[in-house]
């Protein structure tokens, strides 16, 4: 069998890497992998794939040219990716995730405080429990963000636009994020605050109550003989509201068997030269001759059985089943390695089926799962596309998960993606709910299209959050400051106007009954002994008037006088009065 050097050097190089994949792919053992130059250093597992891509700690993945995972069940994925933590993942072109249980994803990411995750490339989250979408020089606005309903949810700008619609005053967020503070107006004065308007309505309110008492004593003034004049004032109340092996062997014994046919005919064709000379031999010859011939005979018989048994893979090295069509290489035999080259170097092996890939399996891979291989492990850059769980390999409980068919995608070290669309990324993250996101080491996302960045006593703060300008953007904590001591200035400005209407009514009130007392004072009585009178009276004040009748009369004796008036304002307000006096 001739071969090509070209086929021998596809041969030689397609062996190396069945042998170095399948080492990494089988999960025989706990020993650690390394594939393209990679070094796994660790035990339990490690992988390194890549060139000068290290796995150094229990469990942990490097996937990428100079990946670096030092930690136990640390995950590196891309180029000089380091996950250099307890738990950590790194994922992307010099992402760094440096904190315990910290994510960073994404070129250039930094993730260096404990439990934190950086998002984005650039993105630098420091501080404990933070996720952080940029850096103090870059930020990023979170988009199509539904509002948040719980304590520890995040707001976005469609809320916020809400609150300033409460506080109304002209108080806005603009296209780009900033927040413009109201403008009240409050008894001439033009205040921007809540507080403000409250401190100027106060000393409103109390100027009016000081006009009112002063009202109340010019009327005692006016006439000392009015008994009472009634005010009410109602109290104004404020509420504030994501192989084929092919081996032939032939017995030497068809050769040797033809060697003897050929060799027994010539001694034949010399009896028949010898036959004239020797007569009294031929018959010893003849019984000769027939002998051979059985021999003859009884050889090509042997041949043929052989021949069957060669045909049928009974015999030799390479035997088949007859029943199961099973082909089976030296299954009775000794030795570890097969070599399948001839004189002319290695062979090619061709048609060789799908080896099976898992714990336990010692089935060969052909060129076509390698080439699939190596088109994954080129583009680890789209680990959306072509990674559902990234994890320690194999079934061992600290592996990341994703539900089949889900459309789902985990990484880091008991990962779990559970939902439809989920996405968990970190150690013991989980996205439970369909279409959620769980960003960060133990972050859990068991609601519907949400995103956690932390789980139940767990939380962490979003750093580095751009203003939001649309609805469904994220609020930062520059906005909302914004906002400090403006909340429910709607349900203000209502109970303003309000007091200011009810004000406002109280000191019509007040001046049309100072005009009914000015009317009723006015009347004149009955001054001679016996006499009545009639008298009828009218006054204005501030803009109020009021009439007053009024009739009297001075006894016989001219000792007693009796008095009885009835006024009406504009107001439409009603009052009476009946008196009596004695002269002595």
Same mark, same amino acid.
């Given at each position: 069998?001739?071969? #090509?050097?070209?086929?021998? @050097?596809?041969?030689?190089?397609?062996?190396?890497?069945?042998?170095?994949?399948?080492?990494?792919?089988?999960?025989?053992?706990?020993?650690?992998?390394? *594939?393209?130059?990679?070094?796994?250093?660790?035990?339990?597992?490690?992988?390194?794939?890549?060139?000068?891509?290290?796995?150094?700690?229990?469990?942990?993945?490097? *996937?990428?040219?100079?990946?670096?995972? #030092?930690?136990?069940?640390?995950?590196?994925?891309?180029?000089?990716?380091?996950?250099?933590?307890?738990? #950590?993942? /790194?994922?992307?072109? @010099?992402?760094?995730?440096?904190?315990?249980?910290?994510?960073?994803?994404?070129?250039?990411?930094?993730?260096?405080?404990?439990?934190?995750?950086?998002?984005?490339?650039?993105?630098?989250?420091?501080?404990?429990?933070?996720?952080?979408?940029?850096?103090?020089?870059?930020?990023?606005?979170?988009?199509?963000? /539904?509002?948040?309903?719980?304590?520890?949810?995040? /707001?976005?700008?469609?809320?916020?636009?809400?609150?300033?619609?409460?506080?109304?005053?002209?108080?806005?967020?603009?296209?780009?994020?900033?927040?413009?503070?109201?403008?009240?107006?409050?008894?001439?004065?033009?205040?921007?605050?809540?507080?403000?308007?409250?401190?100027?309505? !106060?000393?409103?309110?109390?100027?009016?109550?000081?006009?009112?008492?002063?009202? !109340?004593?010019?009327?005692?003034?006016?006439?000392?003989?009015?008994?009472?004049?009634?005010?009410?004032?109602?109290?104004?109340?404020?509420?504030?509201?994501?192989?084929?092996?092919?081996?032939?062997?032939?017995?030497?014994?068809?050769?040797?068997?033809?060697?003897?046919?050929?060799?027994?005919?010539?001694?034949?064709?010399?009896?028949?030269?010898?036959?004239?000379?020797?007569?009294?031999?031929?018959?010893?010859?003849?019984?000769? %001759?027939?002998?051979? !011939?059985?021999?003859?005979?009884?050889?090509?018989?042997?041949?043929?059985?052989?021949?069957?048994?060669?045909?049928?893979?009974?015999?030799?090295?390479?035997?088949?089943?007859?029943?199961?069509?099973?082909?089976?290489?030296?299954?009775?035999?000794?030795?570890?390695?097969?070599?399948?080259?001839?004189?002319?170097?290695?062979?090619?092996?061709?048609?060789?089926?799908?080896?099976?890939?898992?714990?336990?399996?010692?089935?060969?891979?052909?060129?076509?799962?390698?080439?699939?291989?190596?088109?994954?492990?080129?583009?680890?850059?789209?680990?959306?596309?072509?990674?559902?769980?990234?994890?320690?390999?194999?079934?061992?409980?600290?592996?990341? #998960?994703?539900?089949?068919?889900?459309?789902?995608?985990?990484?880091?070290?008991?990962?779990?993606?559970?939902?439809?669309?989920?996405?968990?990324?970190?150690?013991?993250?989980?996205? *439970?709910?369909?279409?959620?996101?769980?960003?960060?080491?133990?972050?859990?996302?068991?609601?519907? !299209?949400?995103?956690?960045?932390?789980?139940?006593?767990?939380?962490?703060?979003?750093?580095?959050?751009?203003?939001?300008?649309?609805?469904?953007?994220?609020?930062?904590?520059?906005?909302?400051?914004?906002?400090?001591?403006?909340?429910?200035?709607?349900?203000?400005?209502?109970?303003?106007?309000?007091?200011?209407?009810?004000?406002?009514?109280?000191?019509?009130?007040?001046?049309?009954?100072?005009?009914?007392?000015?009317?009723?004072?006015? *009347?004149?009585?009955?001054?001679?002994?016996?006499?009545?009178?009639?008298?009828?009276?009218?006054?204005?004040?501030?803009?109020?008037?009021?009439?007053?009748?009024?009739?009297?009369?001075?006894?016989?004796?001219?000792?007693?006088?009796?008095?009885?008036?009835?006024?009406?304002?504009?107001?439409?307000?009603?009052?009476?009065? %009946?008196?009596?006096?004695?002269?002595?």
């Amino acid at each position: 069998m001739k071969t #090509s050097r070209k086929s021998t @050097k596809n041969i030689k190089s397609t062996t190396a890497l069945l042998a170095i994949s399948a080492s990494i792919l089988s999960a025989e053992d706990s020993r650690a992998g390394s *594939l393209d130059g990679g070094r796994a250093t660790g035990s339990n597992g490690a992988i390194a794939i890549g060139n000068q891509a290290h796995a150094s700690g229990t469990s942990a993945v490097a *996937l990428g040219n100079g990946a670096t995972a #030092s930690h136990h069940s640390a995950t590196a994925i891309g180029v000089d990716a380091k996950a250099t933590a307890l738990m #950590s993942t /790194a994922l992307g072109p @010099k992402a760094h995730a440096a904190g315990v249980f910290s994510t960073a994803l994404g070129l250039n990411s930094i993730a260096s405080g404990m439990n934190s995750v950086a998002l984005g490339a650039g993105s630098t989250a420091t501080d404990l429990n933070t996720v952080a979408v940029g850096s103090a020089t870059t930020r990023r606005t979170i988009t199509h963000m /539904a509002a948040g309903r719980g304590d520890t949810d995040a /707001a976005n700008v469609g809320q916020l636009r809400g609150i300033a619609a409460g506080l109304g005053g002209g108080a806005s967020v603009s296209a780009d994020g900033t927040v413009s503070a109201p403008t009240y107006t409050v008894g001439g004065t033009t205040v921007n605050s809540v507080g403000n308007a409250i401190t100027s309505l !106060d000393g409103h309110i109390a100027t009016v109550d000081g006009r009112v008492s002063t009202v !109340d004593n010019r009327v005692t003034t006016v006439d000392g003989r009015v008994s009472t004049v009634d005010g009410r004032v109602t109290t104004v109340n404020d509420r504030v509201t994501t192989v084929d092996n092919r081996v032939a062997a032939v017995d030497g014994r068809v050769s040797t068997l033809d060697d003897r046919v050929t060799a027994v005919d010539g001694r034949v064709s010399t009896v028949n030269d010898r036959v004239t000379t020797v007569d009294n031999r031929v018959a010893a010859v003849d019984g000769r %001759v027939t002998t051979v !011939d059985n021999r003859v005979t009884n050889v090509e018989g042997s041949v043929a059985q052989v021949t069957n048994r060669i045909n049928r893979g009974a015999v030799g090295l390479v035997r088949q089943d007859g029943a199961a069509g099973d082909v089976n290489v030296a299954a009775t035999q000794g030795g570890t390695v097969m070599n399948v080259a001839g004189t002319d170097g290695a062979r090619l092996l061709t048609g060789v089926a799908d080896g099976v890939i898992g714990a336990g399996s010692t089935d060969a891979i052909n060129g076509s799962q390698i080439h699939s291989l190596a088109e994954r492990l080129a583009k680890t850059g789209g680990v959306g596309v072509y990674f559902q769980a990234v994890g320690r390999y194999g079934g061992s409980a600290e592996a990341a #998960s994703v539900r089949p068919d889900s459309g789902g995608m985990a990484a880091g070290s008991a990962a779990e993606a559970s939902g439809d669309g989920a996405v968990a990324l970190g150690a013991d993250a989980r996205a *439970l709910g369909d279409n959620s996101v769980a960003l960060g080491a133990g972050s859990v996302a068991d609601r519907a !299209d949400t995103v956690s960045v932390g789980a139940a006593d767990a939380e962490r703060q979003i750093a580095n959050v751009a203003a939001g300008t649309e609805d469904t953007d994220a609020v930062n904590l520059g906005q909302m400051r914004n906002h400090t001591g403006q909340s429910n200035s709607q349900t203000l400005i209502q109970a303003n106007t309000y007091a200011s209407r009810l004000v406002g009514a109280v000191r019509r009130d007040a001046h049309a009954g100072t005009a009914s007392a000015m009317a009723m004072a006015g *009347l004149p009585q009955s001054v001679r002994p016996g006499k009545g009178m009639a008298s009828m009276g009218a006054s204005g004040y501030s803009g109020e008037s009021a009439i007053a009748l009024g009739v009297s009369k001075m006894s016989s004796s001219g000792k007693w006088v009796y008095k009885a008036i009835v006024s009406s304002n504009t107001r439409g307000n009603y009052g009476s009065t %009946v008196s009596a006096g004695f002269h002595w």
